[in-house]
């Protein structure tokens, strides 16, 4: 628990003083709530960069902490609004940090996120160990994205918590963080609609399913996303408008994106920046001089001024470009190292649609998920195949959809460009890779825009309080009543299905050693039976986790209790925990020791016939059924 906490307290402070005093150095001298996205971005973009020099991660580690402390120097009595901005941020980093922390209490330890969900962990843990011991891997040969590990390792040099806290605390950390950088679009808000927006938000349905899975990778993804969206809508406030630097912040969520998600990243990021140019374009052409109408409004309505048109004379065609220029320059700088490694990612193998399209899926996903209110611990089962029938299902979508439907009509008609342009981009990423892409990669679509999708439906019911649609068309009570009605129910509603998520996320096994999977080769094709205590197999969920490991032979998993003194017939070796010298049956001789593990091989004959199931590497990437 010491180190779990440690690590989020760790990525938590990092991310929040260099992603502010990044912003700063743009010339943004108040308080931003971009600056979680922009720090964890650069975060990973300098792990990265670090952890493959001698010390392997001990370098990144002090390069991290002289970029605190240089940050906090920095800021130091220069950020304006920073009083006001921790008084905004403290409920939603402690509610959001209990949330995160919910599935540790139900299953009464810490350790590896999502074991018995998704047996993915195993493989960046491997990765994680190779870089800290300055190995190769083959997610590394691979070009496999690896800023998060990085991040770990460093994690692990620096406090010493280990890689399986390491992650846990990085993914609970992302958890916290998200939700803070929501805060960017609900800080005018009283505490709390503020509070209950930007929790929803950050940690919507999928979102929060994917956490239970310890998907870290794809919440560390959506909110990249997010942020990116909130950057842009930032950058056509007046504050931000005069700013030669005021894409910058942009660029570095993308280069964030390209450290964590290669260049798959990139493809919300562009389509987001493409939209809302073309809506911003839209606007600016067909804008009334007099203010009243614009693009979708009526004339002789009144609605709030567009950001883009508040407080001083809107920079010029060639400031702006010259500004786009200078953020598209910063990021093929940073990212300059990583291109040849995104080259080889292409053929990895989650991009075949003939490959492992399901995973550890059952079938496609519903994309009524994103709307948020899906009654279900387990976001991978159809509607009825729980609790809830399925009309407690199709309910909570109808009511979600009618509200999605409602934010983007209100969104449209007060110019929340950004927002609608994010939405958009995450509705075509969707469709696309529905279409060509596997059911694996169509359900990574849903997580990354399940954010953008409560952002459209929270921002007109718990903002439009101030808003006035027209001299006749003033908010009345009944319907501001109707709307805070809609708002609460939505907000309860989603917010209980986010919970369900976490409390059905499984914790695994609380430490890690690659010795189990440098195993394999040994076994080959022969039957193996691994033994394990109790609390390893039932109640930290060790079985999938083992039969990860092993996978690719014959392998049975039981405890001593059950194996009765002696293994089964058919069996030529045996795996166990702990010395050479305690001999779990008679018969065996040690085969090799790779602590903490022992293998042990059976001396008399092998029966011709395994009693053990093959462990596929397909079928231990499915995983057991919850």
Known sequence: ???TYAAVSAVCAASLAIGQAAIGVCGYRRWSWLSPAVGLALLCAVCWATVRLPGHGTISAMVVLVLVVASVACLWG???GGGEALRAGWPVAIVALLAASIPFVVEGHFGILGTGFNPDMSQHLLAADRLAG??????????YPLGPHS????LDKGLGVGLVQGFTGLTVAVAILAPLTALSAFASLKPIPRTAGALVVGLAYVVASYFAQGAFKETIEALLVLAFALSLRETTRPAWRTLSLRFAPSALLAVG??????FPGLIWLIGTAVIWAILQLFISRYRSPAGGGGAGVPRGAEVPPAPSTVGGAAPTGPAVVRSVLMAVLLFLILIAPEIGRMIDFQSFETFDPHGPGLGNLFGQVSPFEALGIWPSGDFRLAPGDGAVPAVGYYLGAAFALVLLLYGIVRCWRRRESAVLAGLAAAAIAYAGARAGGTPYT????IEVGAPLVA????????????????RHMVEKGASRTLRDLAAAVFVLAAGVCSLLALANAPVGPTSYSPALTGLRPLLAADSTVALGSNELLDEQHGTPYIAWELRGGHVCIETEADAEGKPPRGVRFVVTQGAPSERPFPGLRVRKVASPYVLWEVTGPIAAKSPCPLIAVRQARQGPAR
């Open 1 to 3: 628990m010491i180190g």
């Open 78 to 80: 220069r950020v304006e």
């Open 134 to 143: 300055g190995q190769t891997s083959e997610l590394l040969r691979q070009g």
């Open 151 to 154: 991040v770990v390792v460093a």
């Open 257 to 262: 994106a390209v450290y964590t998600y290669s």
């Open 442 to 445: 169509a359900a990574k679509a």
């Open 455 to 470: 952002l459209t439906i929270l921002l007109p019911l718990l903002g439009e309080a101030d808003w006035r649609m027209g």
